[in-house]
């Protein structure tokens, strides 16, 4: 048994308003709530430290820059550092991340229960656009405001196993989590927000539910791997976002679940050991993976006709 | 509007003493009823001429062999293609092929409304083991009876849109649905045989459903495609086979549903216009993928160590 107790911390909204200091309070106030469970690590959403700032453009980089930090721990962020350290409990925290050269991510953190700092993750699938579109309700702009993460889906040794991180619409292509599980990975963190309208096809937000759970559940199985999935939730500033926190266990089931909009802390004990079953059986890559037959998927970033497929796999035009 | 009505034509059990002609009858008998529905397009399991015979071990080619098409149509198998045509239905059908130089795949063909052979597919990801495990309650000798498919993940024009065939097993890799999904497909036909009890992992068993639907929906969503998954189920010579038999559309919703475990025949009426808004949205793959942080899938087979993970792709060894 390799017993690991994880908080998933869900939050409600972020005021544009909020000053640093009142949201690490609330991420402490969480904290000792998960510590008063047991939790051996906490889990934060993405760009937990602010409102969702994206959905708005700003003309002037000084109005951008205040969303974002310099350093971390900065002297806001460092009581939550101090308390984690204090009571032995890990967590991963997602920020936005400006580096001393002006460069800008969304940036996931893993901090081990001893304050060290276990891994770091720049957000890879950055949704949205990069131009402002004043015809849509709210904007998304994550592609102007950050670059595509530059250190791949890595996974880190901690808290008795094997961690990944990933970000929002990441979780939406099962890549992200093939190129952690094929390094063993056995639990991936997974902050998000997520509005459930999406201005460009509105049809599809019905389902904001459906496919949350979907895509986490299917990657938590066909991975052998715990997925933890964190919202920052509800009305902020006008726009609703979805819920749906959950910790899903390898057999694809969600086993503990958030039930509101607001700050929620949901905890599940996890015997990182329920990985093997599936990895040394329906999914023991060595012997059934048949990466030959998979080279379209780096060949190419989008689609292409079937006589261009050929070109970047032969295969493809094998004959008999 | 492309709409192309589409019949998922489940198979109840199949003894090993059945003949090829009671089995070639019994898809005609469905194949009339899809017709009298307006069917386009009916869907076969895998290995729908016999009963599937890798949970056996035979000493004997001679014994194995009888399994197996030498030629597609034969003459048993003809009036099944004769009868299409004269309705004007296209279907797809399982079948193991025994080529003329010896070679055997677990194989899948895609016939059209005329009686053209429009496809073939060679089932990739082959289940199961090489030998002979006597343990076991029952074989799964599917590395033994078949090579690899060699045909790769293909898609072909059809039905006035682009089909692509996976079998079984295939199911459950994301990669299989990726490499058609990069390739434009809008509807991907699925035959399988999968008992509900796994002799080295029986603790998976009662999630069988689950991760059925799991996998085809998540695919379905991911890709933006229809799946149609056809089950041969029931109680087969002693083993218990999983239906589960359904139409899937790109929304990731289950829209058509078997309810027994023998022959049946589900319908649905499939806008293949429906992709389209997934596929210019959340997965415009040309906006938004990131093959250069995927070498890993095609860089490895199995499990790799975070340092040898560096070695296939330098980005994961990235500092800063």
Not at 90 to 99: P, V
């Amino acid at each position: 048994m390799r017993n690991v107790t994880v908080a998933a911390a869900q939050m409600g909204p972020v005021a544009q308003t909020e000053t640093r200091a009142a949201v690490v309070d609330r991420l402490i106030v969480m904290l000792e709530q998960a510590a008063g469970h047991g939790a051996d690590l906490v889990v934060y959403p993405e760009l937990a430290l602010t409102t969702f700032f994206p959905r708005w453009h700003f003309e002037e980089d000084a109005e951008l820059d205040a969303y974002y930090e310099r350093e971390m721990p900065g002297p806001e962020t460092a009581p939550l550092f101090a308390k984690a350290k204090q009571l032995g409990i890990g967590f991963s925290l997602g920020y936005a991340e400006l580096t001393p050269d002006g460069r800008r991510f969304n940036t996931a953190i893993l901090v081990g229960p001893d304050g060290a700092l276990l891994g770091k993750y720049r957000k890879i699938h950055l949704p949205g656009h990069r131009e402002n579109e004043p015809w849509r309700a709210f904007q998304h702009l994550e592609k102007r405001y950050f670059l595509p993460g530059n250190l791949g889906f890595r996974v880190f040794d901690g808290f008795g196993g094997r961690v990944g991180m990933c970000i929002c619409n990441d979780r939406r292509w099962p890549e992200t989590y093939r190129v952690m599980g094929l390094q063993g990975v056995e639990m991936i963190l997974l902050g998000y927000n997520t509005p459930i309208h999406n201005p460009p096809a509105p049809e599809h937000d019905r389902l904001s539910w459906h496919h949350n759970t979907l895509v986490m559940q299917s990657a938590a199985y066909q991975n052998a791997t715990f997925v933890v999935g964190v919202a920052k939730a509800g009305m902020e500033e006008g726009v609703h976002h979805m819920g749906g926190t959950q910790i899903i266990a390898p057999t694809g089931e969600t086993i503990a679940s958030a039930v509101t909009e607001g700050d929620e802390v949901i905890f599940a004990e996890c015997d990182l050991g329920l990985c093997k079953s599936y990895r040394e059986s329906v999914f023991a890559f060595e012997r059934h993976r048949e990466p030959d037959a998979y080279r379209l998927i780096t060949g190419t970033k989008g689609c292409v006709s079937p006589e261009e497929a050929v070109l970047i796999d032969p295969a493809l035009g094998h004959e008999d």
